[in-house]
């Protein structure tokens, strides 16, 4: 069975960091790409960031550049996000997602396979 289960999230103060997980089960990161989104209350949701090992691209949410970095670990089949910096408008559910032989796109349609989301709190 093909799944992604995300983890780290929690609650954090203005200023801090924290650490995203997204780990794969039933296929490997090989020739996928992989996005992490987030989802506001009452906002749509928003891609943040990519990478795709099928073609080396990536993309960057404008609001997160310099702050957010994505990275992997093939041996763990796990791809991190890495946040730093935070604000209280990062507070969200944080979800990655992976199509296959595709480069990085920001639109959330485009991805076939979903986490549960974890929740994204950051206070003032």
């Known amino acids: 069975e093909v799944q992604l289960v995300e983890s780290g999230g929690g609650l954090v103060q203005a200023g801090g960091s924290l650490r995203l997980s997204c780990a794969a089960s039933g296929f490997t990161f090989d020739g996928y790409a992989i996005g992490w989104f987030r989802q506001a209350p009452g906002k749509e949701r928003e891609g943040v960031l990519c990478i795709s090992s099928s073609d080396g691209s990536t993309y960057y949410a404008d609001s997160v550049k310099g702050r957010f970095t994505i990275s992997s670990d093939n041996a763990k089949n796990t791809v991190y996000l890495q946040m730093n910096s935070l604000k209280p408008e990062d507070t969200a559910v944080y979800y990655c997602?992976?199509?296959?032989?595709?480069?990085?796109?920001?639109?959330?349609?485009?991805?076939?396979?979903w986490g549960q989301g974890t929740q994204v709190t950051v206070s003032s």
């Open positions: 997602a992976a199509v296959l032989f595709e480069p990085c796109y920001s639109d959330y349609d485009e991805y076939d396979y």
